[in-house]
């Protein structure tokens, strides 16, 4: 099964709306990625925040992380209609070198 | 751009087929990392090369081999194609094979197995 899962699916928003996009994982993490990534494009990188930091912005993105509850999240501000992507989020384990493990994602639609 | 190039863009084959996809890293990244990504399984880590060497692997198939060349480019080869190989694969890179490091993703090469 899936290491991170993101929540909700699918997010429709007028634009200027925040977007926040969750997600939980199960096991201890070294560090905690968002990647956006545009219809069937390549996915983009959008923030790492490391597994002792609680908070991370970047733009008009922010993302949390509370290690307690393993999860995080990923607030867009003042959405715009080019924001319209699917994002995922991937944990990098700590149990050696281990790769990206992806979630499902959570698709937003930010309507003009 | 990420600065990742994977070629072909689409490949349309029949079953039994074999296939070579083929990636150029970001100049100056030792880690490669291939990628399959379809509507029911998501995106699935296959396997991951750091300066010509195996370093992680994932749920790669049998029928799927890979390998990174000295100059760094990689190919991934699928044989004994069959429908459900249909996908999105993508090539990433990294700078490093390590745990912090973001990766650069290609546009993705569209197979379809028919």
């Known amino acids: 099964s899936q290491q991170g899962e993101e929540d909700p699916q699918a997010l429709s928003i007028q634009e200027g709306e925040n977007a926040t996009m969750n997600c939980s994982y199960k096991?201890?993490?070294?560090?905690l990625q968002w990647y956006r990534q545009n219809s069937g494009r390549g996915l983009v990188h959008l923030i790492l925040?490391?597994?002792?930091?609680r908070e991370k912005h970047s733009g008009r993105l922010r993302v949390t992380l509370d290690t307690s509850k393993k999860s995080s999240s990923l607030l867009i501000t003042a959405s715009r209609a080019a924001d319209t992507a699917s994002y995922f989020c991937?944990?990098?384990?700590?149990?050696?070198?281990?790769?990206?493990?992806f979630g499902k994602g959570t698709r937003l639609s930010v309507i003009a | 751009d990420s600065g990742v190039t994977q070629t072909p863009k689409h490949l349309i084959t029949a079953t039994g087929q074999r296939v070579t996809l083929r990636c150029s890293p970001r100049?100056?990244?030792?880690?490669v990392y291939w990628y399959q990504q379809s509507l029911d399984q998501g995106l699935q880590f296959l396997i991951q090369?750091?300066?010509?060497?195996?370093?992680a692997k994932g749920n790669i198939l049998e029928r799927f081999s890979a390998q990174q060349f000295p100059d760094l480019h990689s190919e991934l080869n699928l044989s004994s194609l069959e429908l459900g190989d249909s996908a999105l694969y993508f090539c990433?890179?990294?700078?490093?094979?390590?745990?912090?490091?973001?990766?650069?993703f290609g546009p993705g090469t569209r197979l379809t197995v028919t």
């Open positions: 990433a890179s990294s700078v490093d094979w390590g745990l912090a490091y973001e990766q650069y």
């Open positions: 096991t201890s993490i070294n560090n």
């Open positions: 925040i490391r597994s002792n930091e």
């Open positions: 991937a944990t990098v384990l700590n149990s050696g070198n281990t790769p990206l493990v």
């Open positions: 100049s100056g990244d030792l880690s």
């Open positions: 090369y750091y300066n010509g060497e195996e370093r």
